[in-house]
């Protein structure tokens, strides 16, 4: 059995990882203002032992941090092209 393997340059392989870092902040605050939209009724037969709907609130500060945490990527970008300096 022979084994292939994907040979990519590795200007193709760091804008990949480069957009998927930029990709991460959005994504988790979307899922945050999603969750906030679209779960507002009863909560979950599995959240039903808690009170007062806490894992609503639970998630939305889980994806909320997720977002913070995964934001350097834009603020290098951002204060790079500010100060004019190239982000790589």
Not at 31 to 39: D, K, P, Q, R
């Amino acid at each position: 059995m022979t084994k292939t393997t994907l040979i990519m340059p590795e200007s193709i392989n760091a804008a990949a990882v480069h957009l998927l870092a930029l990709a991460a902040s959005p994504t988790f605050a979307i899922m945050a203002l999603l969750t906030v939209a679209f779960n507002a009724g009863q909560p979950d037969l599995l959240c039903a032992a808690t009170q007062d709907g806490g894992a609503l609130d639970a998630m939305v500060v889980m994806y909320s941090l997720m977002s913070a945490f995964h934001s350097p990527p834009w603020l290098k970008l951002i204060f790079s092209r500010r100060n004019g300096i190239d982000p790589h």
